[in-house]
């Protein structure tokens, strides 16, 4: 049987792939916005646990081709136990077709260039890293743990390692007042990152954490679904990528947009220029379907 702990957060993509809890929590918990790991404690799953799911999995599920490692920064697992993790997972599946799992910056920091690479070899070949803004000063006040520059430089040791990034920003996360600024100064670190994957997310306020006791005393101000949509058209007509695909279908979005870039760059920003030419008939996704 696989015993989940607590609520399990997987990315949109990984809907239909097999979910390992390999580490429980997230090591770093300090970011302002996030709830999802604050009721965990950090920890390390026992190797024996995760290769006796593994084997349930194996007996019960048919045709197993994608796992994601949970939970908030599975790669900070020592890499020694990560490895006997994915070699366990190709005897049980063989080769899958894409092993992936979240890695904070605070993770890319501790795990060295060839540990990643020595991982790549044996399957895990994508990390979803939350960048959430390429603006220092929010990223200090979102208490990221980084700034922008050593954003890129992780993000770097990732790529040299030959490991795919999938990356999220959070639209909204500069407010009003420094809502271009943080569109652009988004688009230009992940430039400099050339992520296969960028995600944007709407920063929303959640019960138990800094940033939702900031919105009770009035200290956030939320930006509407129409300068979204503004800052969205700033961030993505300022992004050169050289191939990468872009989605805004997670749940907390106003607008589910997605394409690859650049082929699709000069449509999404029509999409975009349709809906802040006539936001009265925007296909806002409603409050009631929003979610995290
Ligand atoms: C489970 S976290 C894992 C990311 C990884 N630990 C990191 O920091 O790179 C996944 C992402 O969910 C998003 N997220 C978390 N809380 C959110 C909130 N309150 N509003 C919007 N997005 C949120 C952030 O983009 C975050 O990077
Ligand atoms: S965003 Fe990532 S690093 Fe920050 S608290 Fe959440 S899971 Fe941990």
Aim: aromatic residues 6%; contains cysteine.
């Amino acid at each position: 049987m696989i015993r989940y702990e607590g609520t399990l957060y997987r990315p949109p993509s990984e809907a239909d792939s097999l979910i390992l809890q390999v580490t429980i929590g997230c090591s770093y918990n300090e970011c302002t916005f996030c709830a999802m790991y604050r009721e965990k404690r950090f920890r390390v799953r026992k190797f024996e646990e995760l290769r006796a799911e593994i084997a349930w999995a194996r007996e019960h599920s048919s045709g197993v081709r994608k796992v994601f490692l949970a939970d908030g920064d599975a790669l900070m697992a020592k890499s020694s136990q990560l490895a006997a993790v994915l070699d366990e997972l190709r005897a049980a599946f063989g080769p899958l077709a894409r092993v992936s799992c979240y890695a904070s910056p605070q993770s890319l920091q501790v795990r060295s260039v060839d540990e990643m690479r020595a991982l790549r070899e044996r399957g895990l070949s994508m990390y979803y890293l939350g960048i959430e803004s390429g603006r220092n000063r929010v990223l200090e006040r979102l208490k990221k743990g980084v700034d922008a520059a050593e954003m890129i430089r992780v993000a770097h040791k990732a790529h040299e390692a030959g490991v795919k990034l999938s990356t999220m920003i959070l639209l909204g996360a500069g407010g009003r007042a420094e809502s271009r600024e943080h569109a652009l100064e988004s688009a230009r670190v992940l430039n400099a990152i050339q992520p296969s994957f960028v995600s944007t997310l709407v920063m929303t306020p959640v019960e138990g954490t800094p940033l939702h006791e900031s919105a009770l005393r009035g200290e956030v101000d939320e930006l509407t679904p129409l300068e979204l949509a503004r800052e969205l058209r700033e961030f993505l007509a300022a992004l050169e990528l050289e191939g990468s695909i872009f989605r805004s279908n997670h749940a907390s979005n106003y607008l589910a947009l997605n394409g690859t870039l650049p082929k699709d760059q000069a449509t999404l920003l029509r999409a975009l220029d349709a809906v802040l030419a006539h936001p009265s008939g925007a296909p806002f996704r409603p409050e009631w379907m929003r979610g995290l």
